[in-house]
């Protein structure tokens, strides 16, 4: 949920807008944005079409709701996507500035930061 608000935030995306283009009915996009229904309990079509929709991977609005820690190749995966997003310079400085570096450092890594 906090997730694609925060995604739709960025990318300066209605809730209408995001249903129409990904032809997900708006009382859906509508009821994940608000929590009244859980993205993880959403099919995977549903998520995959948010996701294209939005140019991000479905691991990223999963990523509130995973509570796992997520492999090296999705951390990867995701650095690689942002920084092409975003632009090498514009990602060091929202990594640096967002603390996610030592949320992601393994915790035997969290004492030496």
């Not at 300066?12 to 608000?34: E, F, H, M, Q, W």
């Not at 948010?50 to 650095?79: C, H």
């Not at 942002?82 to 450092?105: C, H, Q, T, Y």
């Amino acid at each position: 949920m906090i997730r694609l608000n925060e995604i739709l935030t960025k990318t300066n995306t209605t809730i209408y807008k995001l249903a129409k283009n990904s032809g997900i009915p708006y009382t859906t996009v509508r009821d994940i944005c608000s929590g009244n229904t859980k993205i993880e309990k959403c099919s995977g079509e549903t998520l995959y079409k948010l996701a294209k929709t939005l140019d991000v991977p479905i691991e990223m609005l999963l990523d509130d709701a995973m509570e796992y820690r997520p492999g090296f190749e999705w951390y990867k995966s995701q650095v690689c996507h942002l920084v092409k997003s975003m632009g090498d310079l514009d990602f060091l400085i929202n990594a640096l500035e967002s603390g996610k570096i030592r949320k992601l450092a393994a915790p035997s890594a969290q004492t030496a930061l």
